[in-house]
């Protein structure tokens, strides 16, 4: 390569062998000096000692979110309500407690139940959820 190139492959968690094999094949290949590779799994699903052995670089880990920052992504996600920090916080620990706090899984999750109509903001602006 001549030019900068990022590569990223996303959910390793999900990948076969003969696929983990083709990135450290990649990551090891020492003609490819403008290459970047990002790669994402779930800590709790991949364990990603070959790859690792290999890098050339710096492994960031994410953490899942707390209750309180679930709550705040949900006042984000609600920003007319005027339910109050109270009842975001609540509806927080139990989109947690589903999701593990995955932020991915927040969004889809809180997203599924709105569009069944489990999470509503009245007319009146108030946060009301049926779980």
Same mark, same amino acid.
């Given at each position: 390569?001549?030019? #900068?190139?990022?590569?990223?492959?996303?959910?390793?968690?999900? $990948?076969? &062998?003969?696929?983990?094999?083709? +990135?450290?094949?990649?990551?090891?290949?020492?003609?490819?000096?403008?290459?970047?590779?990002?790669?994402?799994? &779930?800590?709790?699903?991949?364990? #990603?000692?070959? +790859?690792? @052995?290999?890098? &050339?670089? *710096?492994?960031?880990?994410?953490? $899942?979110?707390? =209750?309180?920052?679930?709550?705040? +992504?949900? $006042?984000?996600?609600? #920003?007319? @309500?005027? @339910?109050?920090? @109270?009842?975001?916080?609540?509806?927080? %620990?139990?989109? %947690?407690?589903?999701?593990?706090?995955?932020?991915?899984?927040?969004? *889809?999750?809180?997203?599924?139940?709105?569009? %069944?109509?489990?999470?509503?903001?009245?007319?009146?602006? *108030?946060?009301?959820? =049926?779980?």
């Amino acid at each position: 390569l001549e030019h #900068p190139t990022v590569l990223f492959f996303d959910d390793l968690h999900f $990948a076969d &062998r003969e696929s983990i094999d083709v +990135i450290e094949a990649i990551i090891t290949d020492d003609t490819s000096s403008h290459l970047m590779v990002v790669c994402s799994y &779930r800590s709790e699903e991949f364990d #990603p000692v070959g +790859i690792s @052995s290999k890098l &050339r670089g *710096q492994t960031l880990t994410i953490d $899942a979110f707390d =209750d309180k920052a679930v709550g705040e +992504i949900l $006042a984000c996600l609600f #920003p007319r @309500s005027v @339910s109050g920090e @109270s009842a975001t916080m609540e509806l927080g %620990k139990l989109v %947690k407690r589903k999701t593990n706090g995955n932020i991915f899984s927040v969004l *889809q999750f809180v997203e599924r139940l709105c569009e %069944k109509k489990y999470i509503n903001v009245t007319d009146e602006n *108030q946060l009301f959820w =049926d779980l």
